[in-house]
């Protein structure tokens, strides 16, 4: 199939696998997912990281909008990221604004993702 484009087939996969920046699988590290008006989205998993992006695996099938925030509870991080591929429940992000402590953010809306139970209303 490859032989008359001059490839074998593990030259061809490898290309068709090609990545701006290489990625590492995470131990299932869980995030929180929020709009870019503050408003809680949903729990989430990161499954893998790179220095571009994140590929995460939601708990529930919801929507999600171009652009969101990425609480990333081990680290304690936030990103500002780019909805790049959705497949189910899983979704590939890429950074906008890489990941920052949340003790950097002044909008207490983001900070609140960092609280335990932060999708409750008042």
Request: charged content about 25%; proline content about 5%.
């Amino acid at each position: 199939m490859f032989k008359g484009l001059g490839l074998n087939r593990q030259t061809a996969m490898s290309a068709v696998q090609k990545r701006f920046f290489p990625r590492w699988r995470t131990r299932l590290r869980p995030a929180k997912l929020a709009n870019l008006t503050n408003d809680y989205i949903c729990d989430c998993t990161t499954r893998d990281i790179s220095q571009g992006g994140l590929r995460l695996i939601l708990n529930e099938d919801l929507p999600l909008p171009k652009e969101f925030y990425v609480f990333d509870v081990t680290e304690r991080t936030i990103s500002e990221v780019r909805l790049c591929w959705r497949d189910g429940l899983e979704a590939g992000v890429a950074y906008l604004v890489p990941p920052a402590s949340i003790a950097l953010y002044e909008n207490t809306g983001v900070r609140r993702l960092a609280q335990r139970f932060y999708a409750l209303e008042d």
